[in-house]
T-cell receptor, first 108, second 116 residues
């Protein structure tokens, strides 16, 4: 059975800290791994990763995929209160399967 | 503007009263999907559709029906809602993967449903 597992499920940090969110997966016919950020509304797209070892960056966020070990990490440096959200990992094969999400809380 | 539109956005209903949540996308996407989101459980897939007249069960299909008579529309039907279907529902769509496209999903704004 396909599955996507995120860890930790919840994380509380202070502004300025660096965090690493994890996503491991077991799916057939892997096509891509995606990260989304969800605040109060619908998830918003962050990154899509298809190849191992190539880092994607957007400002203070970065992500990398390891297709051999079947995991991805999302790093956020110099966290801000606006980074507080649920971060969702999803894996696309013929379908799309989501992990349970990591709830990040950044305190001032 | 490219978008996925869900209605209603908020609904309070009573057990057993049939309801339909509509979903429409204007991006000519082949793939559409319904998810429900409950605290601590992430997004769980209810049903998905790879194209017109093709639908498949996701992880939590019990108590739901869908149809895909047109490419742009993918309504979610609750024939006899029960309180355990109280949840936040998202419709999403994307292009078919075999076009060389690798998968970003476009989400509707969500529909918060309460069943009393």
């Amino acid at each position: 059975e396909d599955k996507v597992v995120q860890s930790p499920l919840s994380l509380v940090v202070h502004e300025g800290d660096t965090v690493t969110l994890n996503c491991s997966y077991e799916v057939t016919n892997f096509r891509s791994l995606l990260w989304y950020k969800q605040e109060k509304k619908a998830p918003t797209f962050l990154f899509m990763l298809t190849s191992s070892g190539i880092e994607k960056k957007s400002g203070r966020l970065s992500s990398i995929l390891d297709k051999k070990e079947l995991f991805s990490i999302l790093n956020i440096t110099a966290t801000q209160t606006g980074d507080s959200a649920i971060y969702l990992c999803a894996v696309a094969n013929n379908d799309m399967r989501f992990g349970a999400g990591t709830r990040l809380t950044v305190k001032p | 503007e490219a978008q996925v539109t869900q209605n209603p956005r908020y609904l309070i209903t009573v057990t057993g009263k049939k309801l339909t949540v509509t979903c429409s996308q204007n991006m000519n996407h082949e793939y559409m999907s319904w998810y429900r989101q409950d605290p601590g459980l992430g997004l769980r897939q209810i049903y998905y559709s790879m194209n017109v007249e093709v639908t498949d069960k996701g992880d939590v299909p019990e108590g739901y029906k869908v149809s895909r008579k047109e490419k742009r529309n993918f309504p979610l039907i609750l024939e006899s809602p029960s309180p355990n279907q109280t949840s936040l529902y998202f419709c999403a769509s994307r292009w078919r993967l075999d076009r060389g496209y690798t998968g970003e999903l476009f989400f509707g704004e969500g529909s918060r449903l309460t069943v009393l």
